[in-house]
Each structure stands twice: as structure tokens, then as C-alpha cells.
């Protein structure tokens, strides 16, 4: 997958609830944890047919 760099600013009780999920199958830190909800509602985004998700050849996601 193309990777990028993305800098996001959120409210503290967002990051408290990213916190909360830290070693659970999001992930092990903030970055991982933002990144697989950020891709899981994409996706669902995708499902509803609210988006359409452009795949890059080499994404593996």
C-alpha cells in the first residue's frame, strides 16, 4: 500500500476514547488505532454506497 503521512488534530475526549482502545484489535498505539477506524468506516462508508473507495493496485487493505 502507497503510504502517506496525514496529521490530524482532535478533541481531547476523542483521543481518550482512541485511548481506550489501545491494545485491543485496533491496535497498539494512538496511530493504529486512529488508522484502523479511519479505514473500517471507509469501508462501511463504501458498503452503504455513501462513497467509492479507489484501490490502489498495491493495497493490501
Do not use: F, Q
Request: net charge negative; glycine share 4%; aromatic share 2%.
Amino acid at each position: 500500500m502507497a503510504k502517506e503521512v496525514l496529521t490530524l488534530r482532535l478533541p481531547a475526549a476523542a483521543l481518550s476514547m482512541i485511548d481506550d482502545l489501545i491494545g485491543s484489535v485496533y491496535g497498539t498505539n494512538r496511530a493504529d488505532v486512529a488508522r484502523a477506524l479511519l479505514l473500517d468506516h471507509l469501508k462501511r462508508l463504501a458498503a452503504d454506497k455513501v462513497i467509492e473507495l479507489r484501490h490502489a493496485k498495491e493495497d493490501d487493505d
